[in-house]
């Protein structure tokens, strides 16, 4: 049974960072692509940065040079390391991973199939 859960959200001041985390569990996180996704109440779910089968990485133009996205295959874990965080950046995260036909990470949230369930990042300024 493919299993996702994200930690390491909390609140932190605007210029603060934060370290998301993603387990998986039930498959190799190494054979799939893998990506960051963040939504909030009055905006929908975007894609923050994504990750390829051969480790290939890719961001949303408003997030590049802050965050990075990086996958720990032994541990079947995947990061986004948040720097520089600003009020904007406030959103629930979400890892997800795609089916193993993609070998280049999708854009869109509709072509993955497994969810973790969302940890929150509070950035106040």
């Known amino acids: 049974q493919v299993r996702l859960v994200e930690s390491g959200g909390g609140s932190v001041q605007a210029g603060g960072s934060l370290r998301l985390s993603c387990e998986a569990s039930?498959?190799?996180?190494?054979?799939?692509?893998m990506a960051w996704f963040r939504e909030t109440p009055v905006k929908e779910r975007e894609g923050v940065a994504t990750?390829?089968?051969?480790?290939?990485?890719s961001y949303a133009d408003s997030v590049k040079g802050r965050f990075t996205i990086s996958k720990d295959n032994v541990k079947n874990l995947l990061y986004l390391q948040m720097n520089s965080l600003k009020s904007e950046d406030t959103a629930m995260y979400y890892c997800?991973?795609?089916?193993?036909?993609?070998?280049?990470?999708?854009?869109?949230?509709?072509?993955?199939?497994?969810w973790g369930q969302g940890t929150l990042v509070t950035v106040s300024s």
């Open positions: 997800a991973a795609a089916s193993m036909s993609w070998v280049v990470a999708p854009s869109g949230p509709d072509e993955y199939k497994f």
């Open positions: 039930g498959f190799t996180s190494s054979g799939f692509c």
């Open positions: 990750i390829d089968r051969d480790g290939s990485k």
